[in-house]
């Protein structure tokens, strides 16, 4: 007999009103030099135009622990609750 687990997967399956979880993907970034990379997660990619629109594209949160003051590392409403929002 199914898990009452294995029965909500497959019943979400069938659910066209199911919805995925938000993916937010971040970067905590701790190095000495200022972050110089590309934001946008296409322009990273060798030969993204070859892909045209079917390639996923997306704009990652960047968190540059060096930019922040001890205060706002330490502080218990530190950078990353204030990057998120």
């Known amino acids: 007999m199914p898990s009452d687990e294995h029965r909500e997967?497959?019943?979400q399956r069938h659910d066209t009103s199911y919805r995925l979880s938000p993916i937010v993907p971040i970067v905590l970034y701790n190095g000495k030099q200022r972050w110089t990379a590309e934001r946008q997660f296409r322009k990273l990619l060798?030969?993204?135009?070859?892909?045209?629109s079917e390639l996923?594209?997306?704009?990652?949160?960047?968190?540059?622990v060096a930019?922040?003051?001890?205060?706002e590392r330490?502080?218990?409403?530190?950078?990353?609750r204030k990057s998120i929002g």
């Open 9 to 11: 997967s497959i019943h």
């Open 46 to 52: 060798g030969h993204e135009d070859m892909f045209g």
């Open 56 to 64: 996923l594209n997306f704009e990652y949160l960047l968190i540059d």
């Open 67 to 71: 930019r922040y003051t001890e205060c």
């Open 74 to 80: 330490r502080c218990s409403d530190h950078g990353l």
